[in-house]
Structure formats: C-alpha cells, structure tokens
C-alpha cells in the first residue's frame, strides 16, 4: 500500500516526460532559443553604460514563452476551433480599445497597460487572424472569385484598426499572412498575382502615370486566362486596378502621414535626408559594412556603443549583428532562419488536418515576410516599415506571441509524427 502511493505517481511523471521529449521537434527548440540567447548579447551592446536591462527582460519572456511551448505542444490544436471566434472578438475590441484609450509613443498609439505591462495587442491579432483563417480555408477550393469574400472581410478589420494606430508595418504582415495562407490553400497563382498586382498599379499612379496605360491592360488579360466568368470578372478586375490608380495619389498625400511616406521612398536615396528620414538606414548601412567578414566582436562594436542608431535594439538589431559579428555570424544568423522555416513548411506538410497545415502555414508566412523586410530594411533594399526581426528584435509582446506560434506549430508536429507511428 505504501510502496504503491509512493511510486506511482513519480513513474508516471518520469514516463510522460520521457514520451513528450521522445516526440519533440527539437529545431523548433533550439533554433529560437540560439537566436534569442545571442540578441539578449546584441541588446546588451545597444544599451552598454545605460545601466537599462532590457536583455534580461528579453530573455526572461524568452524562457516564459518557452514553458507556453511545452503546454501548448501538448494540446490538440483542433480543441482550439470552438473557442475561435470568441478570440477574434476579443482581438477586435482590444484593438478598439487601443485605437481610443491606449498608450502613445513615438508617434503611434499601440499599446494598453495591464498589471503594470504594456501589451500590444496587434501582435496576438496575428496570431488570431492565421487562425480565424485556418477555420475557414479549411477545406476550401477555390473555383470561383466569391469564395474570396470571407477570407478578406475577416482580414480587412484587424488591418484597418492596425493600420490607424497608425503601424504600416504589422498591418502588411496582415497581408502577407492573407496571400500565404490563400496560396497554400489552393488559390491559382494568377489570383494571387492579380491581387499583389494592386501595389504595383498603385507605385505606378504615383511615380509613373503613363505606365498605367500599358500595365492595367497586362492585368486584364491576365484576368480573362485565369477567372471564371471571364468577360464580367476581368471587366471587374480593370474597373477596380483604375480605381485603384485613381485613389493612390489622393490616399499618398492625405491618408498617409509624413515620416510614413518618407520612410516609403527615401531607401531608394537616403542621402537625400541624411539627417532625416535617411539617417537610420546610413547608419545602419554603415554599421553592417563595419563589421567585415568576422566582425569586431560580441560586445565590442563602436557604432553600436556610441548609439549612431536610435532604438537600434528593436527594429535595427541586425545592423548590430552585422557590426559586431561580421558578415560569418549575419549569414549563420540567416541560416538559422532558414532551417526554421524549412522545418515548419515540413510540419504543414506532413500535418494530420488541413486546418492545422493551414496554421502552420500562416505562422511560417508570418515570419518569413518578417524576416525578409526587417533584413531588407536594415540593409537598405527595403523602407523602413517598423517590422521586428523575429527572436532577436526587443519587443516583449512579440516574442512572446513568436513562442505561442511555436507551440501551435509543435503541437501540430507531435500528432502528425504520433498518426505516422501508427500507420
């Protein structure tokens, strides 16, 4: 009796642990956990001699957001479609509420205090948006253009309410974890290019009318070779792309807000505002070219000690990682990324449902237009749209929704390899 409440409970824990690190996916383990443990290094560089602990703050979440993980691996991510919708109405109210009474800085009203934190509720509305999405592309072909109505309106609120905070950046996330997660859902590529074209058709009003005249006649016999009911479709698809080339100069000039179209334009020649619009993209430029081949060091980069680049332990961490380890440790860094998103475009595929592939998806669309546009913008191939580097970038609210994702995505790992062991 005594040997039996003694022992038994003990063996069970040792055994559960055993089965859940048996199954687990250790790159989605380690490669996160590397990249946040050298960007609390990067972090503490940005801010030496400031006696500021954000890198402690960084790491801390990091191992909270791991612990979210282990929890989360464990639960079937399809227990979780019930509970959907009342999310996204939470989601949407948070970003109302924001929208009216949240807390303002550098220009931008993101953020509500809760329990003496400041969350930012558009970075769990990414996470709410892929799986809304997931419900409702689960299972979905697409052969006709109105099964696109509900994937939009169910993404076009969040955006709206991200995008008058005002934050540019998180709400293109919005639309590339949209196009992501529509392609991988059986959307024909032509569909996909027809709606992307919209950007083009809008650059074009603005920089340069004329090739309008030439472009929208492009788009629409796209349009007639790849819609159904081609001649009311593509006559639709030239009347909205017009529209579209109509509204852009007014939308650039009065929606807009001034370091927002700076910041659209001004990588293309920073030095036209050195000390403006163009100074975090110089200097940056000039912090990555710094560091060579090695770079100087953990720690050691003079730009980064001397603050050239304001806040540069947020947006700009790679301009650090670029100084102080050189063009080696930027590439491995990249690699990491790599093997990262590899490792979820498999999980998706070898996923038991459509819905969590599709979430998966989302999350792996998520961090790759994250990834691209923050290295980009640090190098100068891109604006500067405020996008995190994903684990490296100081933000506690966006590591920690980067973890849950990872969660989801662990969980959807552990039941497709547990559905193969029983075939």
Same mark, same amino acid.
């Given at each position: 009796?005594?040997?039996?409440?003694?022992?038994?409970?003990?063996?069970?824990?040792?055994?559960?642990?055993?089965?859940?690190?048996?199954?687990?996916?250790?790159?989605?383990?380690?490669?996160?956990?590397?990249?946040?443990?050298?960007?609390?290094?990067?972090?503490?560089?940005?801010?030496?001699?400031?006696?500021?602990?954000?890198?402690?703050?960084?790491?801390?979440?990091?191992?909270?957001?791991?612990?979210?993980?282990?929890?989360?691996?464990?639960?079937?991510?399809?227990?979780?479609?019930?509970?959907?919708?009342?999310?996204?109405?939470?989601? *949407? /109210? !948070? =970003? +109302?509420?924001?929208? %009216?009474?949240?807390?303002? #800085?550098?220009?931008?009203?993101?953020?509500?205090?809760?329990?003496?934190?400041?969350?930012?509720?558009?970075?769990?509305?990414?996470?709410?948006?892929?799986?809304?999405?997931?419900?409702?592309?689960?299972?979905?072909?697409?052969?006709?253009?109105?099964?696109?109505?509900?994937?939009?309106?169910?993404?076009?609120?969040?955006?709206?309410?991200?995008?008058?905070?005002?934050?540019?950046?998180?709400?293109?996330?919005?639309?590339?974890?949209?196009?992501?997660?529509?392609?991988?859902?059986?959307?024909?590529?032509?569909?996909?290019?027809?709606?992307?074209?919209?950007?083009?058709?809008?650059?074009?009003?603005?920089?340069?009318?004329?090739?309008?005249?030439?472009?929208?006649?492009?788009?629409?016999?796209?349009?007639?070779?790849?819609?159904?009911?081609?001649? *009311? /479709? !593509? =006559? +639709?698809?030239?009347? %909205?792309?017009?529209?579209? #080339?109509?509204?852009?100069?007014?939308?650039?000039?009065?929606?807009?807000?001034?370091?927002?179209?700076?910041?659209?334009?001004?990588?293309?020649?920073?030095?036209?505002?050195?000390?403006?619009?163009?100074?975090?993209?110089?200097?940056?430029?000039?912090?990555?070219?710094?560091?060579?081949?090695?770079?100087?060091?953990?720690?050691?980069?003079?730009?980064?000690?001397?603050?050239?680049?304001?806040?540069?332990?947020?947006?700009?961490?790679?301009?650090?990682?670029?100084?102080?380890?050189?063009?080696?440790?930027?590439?491995?860094?990249?690699?990491?990324?790599?093997?990262?998103?590899?490792?979820?475009?498999?999980?998706?595929?070898?996923?038991?449902?459509?819905?969590?592939?599709?979430?998966?998806?989302?999350?792996?669309?998520?961090?790759?237009?994250?990834?691209?546009?923050?290295?980009?913008?640090?190098?100068?191939?891109?604006?500067?749209?405020?996008?995190?580097?994903?684990?490296?970038?100081?933000?506690?609210?966006?590591?920690?929704?980067?973890?849950?994702?990872?969660?989801?995505?662990?969980?959807?790992?552990?039941?497709?390899?547990?559905?193969?062991?029983?075939?």
């Amino acid at each position: 009796m005594m040997g039996f409440g003694r022992n038994k409970i003990p063996t069970f824990k040792i055994i559960r642990n055993k089965k859940f690190w048996k199954d687990v996916d250790l790159i989605i383990w380690i490669v996160p956990l590397i990249l946040v443990h050298l960007s609390c290094f990067l972090i503490a560089s940005t801010q030496r001699n400031l006696g500021i602990t954000d890198w402690y703050q960084h790491a801390i979440i990091a191992y909270i957001g791991s612990l979210i993980v282990y929890f989360l691996a464990q639960f079937p991510l399809q227990n979780l479609r019930k509970y959907i919708f009342p999310i996204y109405i939470i989601a *949407i /109210l !948070t =970003l +109302l509420y924001v929208n %009216f009474s949240g807390t303002s #800085a550098l220009g931008a009203q993101r953020w509500f205090s809760f329990a003496g934190f400041y969350i930012q509720p558009s970075e769990f509305a990414k996470i709410t948006l892929i799986l809304v999405l997931a419900s409702i592309l689960d299972r979905k072909r697409f052969s006709k253009l109105s099964h696109l109505i509900k994937p939009l309106l169910v993404s076009c609120l969040p955006w709206l309410l991200v995008f008058i905070q005002p934050d540019l950046g998180t709400s293109l996330v919005f639309g590339a974890i949209l196009l992501g997660m529509l392609y991988w859902s059986g959307m024909p590529y032509e569909w996909a290019f027809i709606i992307l074209a919209t950007l083009v058709t809008g650059l074009l009003a603005y920089l340069y009318p004329i090739g309008l005249f030439i472009w929208i006649p492009i788009i629409g016999f796209l349009s007639y070779k790849s819609l159904p009911n081609r001649k *009311i /479709l !593509t =006559l +639709l698809v030239i009347i %909205f792309h017009s529209l579209i #080339a109509k509204l852009t100069p007014w939308f650039w000039e009065t929606v807009l807000r001034d370091y927002q179209r700076d910041r659209l334009i001004i990588f293309l020649d920073p030095s036209q505002d050195p000390l403006g619009g163009g100074y975090h993209m110089l200097q940056s430029k000039i912090g990555i070219g710094s560091g060579g081949l090695i770079g100087t060091g953990l720690m050691q980069g003079q730009l980064t000690k001397l603050k050239f680049i304001p806040e540069q332990h947020t947006d700009f961490i790679f301009s650090a990682l670029g100084e102080e380890t050189g063009f080696l440790g930027s590439l491995l860094v990249i690699f990491l990324f790599f093997i990262l998103i590899f490792r979820l475009i498999k999980i998706a595929l070898e996923a038991r449902t459509d819905f969590e592939a599709l979430v998966v998806i989302g999350i792996a669309s998520m961090f790759i237009f994250q990834i691209m546009v923050n290295i980009f913008m640090t190098i100068g191939l891109g604006p500067v749209t405020g996008i995190p580097l994903p684990f490296m970038s100081y933000g506690r609210t966006a590591l920690l929704v980067n973890f849950i994702s990872l969660g989801f995505c662990l969980s959807v790992s552990r039941r497709g390899q547990s559905i193969r062991k029983n075939l």
